[in-house]
Nanobody
Framework: QVQLVESGGGLVQPGGSLRLSCTAS????????MKWYRQAPGKERELVAA????????NYADSVKGRFTISRDNAKNTVYLQMNSLNPEDTAVYYC?????WGQGTQVTVSS
C-alpha cells in the first residue's frame, strides 16, 4: 500500500523556519521524482517545489525561491522541505506528492 506521510508543520512567527518531512512507503521511493504542493484557504493547490529521483532540483515556485529548499534522502525514503524566512502568505496546508499519490497534508501557519 502506497503511503505518503507528512510531518513538521505547525505555528511559527514571521521570519521563522520550519522543516517539513514526507516519508514514503509501499513503492520504490528512489525511482520517483517528488513534489511539494500547498493550498491556502480559498485558493487553488499550487506546486511549491520538485526534485528528481536522483536529488536534482527541478523547480521552485517564484514565491519561495531563495527561501525554501527541497531535498531528499533515498536511504530514509524521505523528502524534505526546509522553509526559511516564512511570512503569513506561506500559511497553507502542505502536501507531499508522487504522481497520483498524495499525503494527508500538514498545516503550516505563519502568524505573530
Amino acid at each position: 500500500q502506497v503511503q505518503l506521510v507528512e510531518s513538521g508543520g505547525g505555528l511559527v512567527q514571521p521570519g521563522g523556519s520550519l522543516r517539513l518531512s514526507c516519508t514514503a512507503s509501499g513503492f520504490t521511493f528512489r525511482n520517483y521524482a517528488m513534489k511539494w504542493y500547498r493550498q491556502a484557504p480559498g485558493k487553488e493547490r499550487e506546486l511549491v517545489a520538485a526534485i528528481t529521483s536522483a536529488g536534482v532540483i527541478i523547480n521552485y515556485a517564484d514565491s519561495v525561491k531563495g527561501r525554501f529548499t527541497i531535498s531528499r534522502d533515498n536511504a530514509k525514503n524521505t523528502v524534505y522541505l526546509q522553509m526559511n524566512s516564512l511570512n503569513p502568505e506561506d500559511t497553507a496546508v502542505y502536501y507531499c506528492n508522487c504522481r497520483i499519490r498524495w499525503g494527508q497534508g500538514t498545516q503550516v501557519t505563519v502568524s505573530s
